[in-house]
Nanobody, 131 residues
């Protein structure tokens, strides 16, 4: 059973930074793309960022570009560095992982998002940005 455990959420003032971490366990390390989604109160879940298994290519939502950076340092750990945080970034952030070991080279960003939505999800970590 694959498990994704997020950490690093918390309360921060606007303009501050947080670094989220996610560790995957329960399967042999392999070529699994991973990413982050978020859901704010009363709003639909939205894609934030994703990264290929190799770490060589990333995908980001417009709201994240220039402020958030996704990275990974091994097959099972992914990070989301969030800078210049805004109150509208307040949400539960979920780590997600592809359920299959596959290349994303031929996928569009929309297809990557769909792949992750159908993959494994963590329990989420709360990020609250005060004004």
């Amino acid at each position: 059973q694959v498990q994704l455990v997020e950490s690093g959420g918390g309360l921060v003032q606007a303009g501050g930074s947080l670094r989220l971490s996610c560790v995957a366990s329960g399967r042999t390390p392999g070529r699994y793309g991973m990413g982050w989604f978020r859901q704010a109160p009363g709003k639909e879940r939205e894609f934030v960022a994703a990264i290929r298994w190799s770490g060589g290519m990333t995908y980001s939502a417009d709201s994240a570009k220039g402020r958030f950076t996704i990275s990974r340092d091994n097959a099972n750990t992914v990070y989301l560095q969030m800078n210049s945080l805004k109150p509208e970034d307040t949400a539960v952030y979920y780590c997600v992982a592809d359920s299959l070991a596959r290349s994303w080279a031929a996928l569009t960003t929309a297809q990557v998002m769909a792949v992750l939505e159908g993959g494994y999800w963590g329990q989420g970590t709360q990020v609250t940005v005060s004004s």
